[in-house]
């Protein structure tokens, strides 16, 4: 069957067709037949450079060859047990080892599984219900973070289902602005419990901090004896060896982890000093548990990807970055479009619309219809990007120069085509 008729066939079974929302881009997606390296087939016989990389996970690309061998061999001795494996305390050990203010982990199954166990020891810890969060972060589709501001700031849902005396307890606020945070600190004072924020937004395209204001955000929870969560789903292990906390120089007193961390298996982690995380159960009050925590299927996967992300591999990784994203500009530049190319690392993303963009008020004002023939004609032309504006695009290690040659070449095509 074709994507189109499989889309046909999938909605009669699957709420939309999909098992997660952003997958149903317009008119159908296609449906995948099989990734290898840097590539992604469909069912209709086409192939893509692949930009996506199941959002973020796939640093190392589609099956590479060492994962594909140490899962093997996992599955030959058993998928899961529900008894403790040498395995979890060797990806414990790596992580703790990369990551300066990680003295302690808890593996769970997702980043919202993550994030969420992350904010009730937050909570927990300091004995307070409200939590802060920036607009457009996105930090998984638990109800305490699907909430958005109302026009006071204080949180209301995002989502039909979500309790409002949940959402109540989450003031979200916009990203990159100081006073708006000194006055919702002050406001509620004793009350808040933990800040959790992406060192870079990469759930509304590629947003960095300002220059100063995630050690703001430090400083400012530390005054307050509020815990800072770096949600670093995405950012873990993308960013550097030792993600964003060591590329950005900051000690969050949690972090949370996902996507990369289990090398394209289901996986989330949240780790911290010993103090906070002796807290979680069993050796403290904070329940957590899971079946599927540190299942060995994700662990080896993890295992196995942290062996192959050595200083080497992010030098090369993030050159091609440098790379693609100089390259990219010079085609904005050329086609004199104003548009504003963003990125950092392995991470790119064209917001489409002019510069200086702060928050996501900024970056709502993009012209979505335009991304979106973008994004249509990328694919048309085998280079497949998340289908929206505000997603990263991410570069593997399996993207060898000609792959990286060819993506910057179709962007200008495409560039060219958008706005003639
Ligand atoms: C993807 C993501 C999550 C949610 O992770 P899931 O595994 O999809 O539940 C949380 N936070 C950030 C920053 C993410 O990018």
């Not at 996506?52 to 093997?72: D, R």
């Not at 619309?353 to 979505?368: A, C, F, M, P, T």
């Not at 004609?377 to 997603?391: A, C, D, R, V």
Request: contains cysteine; neutral net charge.
């Amino acid at each position: 069957m074709s994507s189109k008729d499989l889309f046909n066939e999938s909605k009669k079974y699957l709420s939309g067709g999909v098992n997660s929302p952003i997958r149903a881009f317009k008119p159908y997606p296609f449906f995948t037949s099989k990734g290898k390296g840097s590539k992604i087939w469909d069912v209709d016989g086409n192939s893509y450079i692949d930009h996506c990389l199941g959002y973020g996970p796939l640093i190392l690309g589609h099956s590479h060859p060492s994962i594909v061998k140490a899962i093997n061999e996992q599955i030959a001795i058993g998928t899961t047990y529900g008894t403790p494996t040498e395995k979890e305390i060797e990806l414990a050990k790596r992580v703790i080892e990369r990551v300066a203010c990680v003295e302690m982990i808890r593996f769970v199954n997702s980043g919202t599984e993550a994030t969420m166990g992350a904010i009730r020891l937050a909570r927990g810890f300091t004995g307070r219900d409200k939590i802060i969060k920036f607009d457009g972060g996105y930090h998984g589709s638990h109800d305490a973070v699907l909430v958005k501001p109302d026009s006071g700031g204080a949180g209301k849902p995002d989502s039909l289902g979500i309790p409002s005396d949940t959402s109540k307890n989450t003031l979200s606020i916009p990203f990159n602005n100081e006073e708006k945070l000194i006055e919702t600190i002050n406001k509620y004072k004793d009350e808040i419990a933990t800040i959790i924020v992406e060192p870079v937004m990469g759930n509304i395209g590629v947003l960095q901090a300002k220059k100063g204001f995630l050690k703001f955000l430090r400083d400012i929870t530390s005054e307050n004896d509020i815990l800072l969560i770096f949600d670093e789903v995405i950012t873990g292990f993308r960013l550097s060896y030792g993600s964003a906390s060591e590329y950005f120089n900051i000690n969050p007193d949690l972090v949370t982890f996902g996507k990369i961390l289990g090398g394209g298996f289901p996986i989330g982690a949240f780790g911290g000093r010993k103090e906070l995380m002796k807290m979680i159960a069993p050796s403290g009050d904070v329940y957590q548990a899971g079946t599927f925590n540190g299942n060995p299927i994700s662990i080896t996967g993890g295992i196995t990807t942290l062996n192959e992300l050595n200083q080497t591999v992010y030098k090369s990784l993030n050159q091609k970055g440098k790379f693609l994203r100089n390259r990219i500009t010079e085609s904005i530049n050329d086609l004199s479009l104003d548009l504003s190319p963003v990125g950092v690392a392995s991470m790119f993303q064209i917001y489409f619309r002019d510069g200086n963009i702060l928050n996501y008020e900024d970056v709502k004002k993009s012209d979505l219809e335009k991304f979106n023939t973008y994004f249509k004609i990328l694919l048309k032309n085998g280079i497949f990007i998340p289908p929206s504006q505000f997603e990263s695009c991410f570069i593997s290690n399996a993207h060898n120069d000609d792959d990286i040659e060819k993506t910057a070449t179709i962007i200008h095509e495409a560039l060219k085509e958008v706005f003639k």
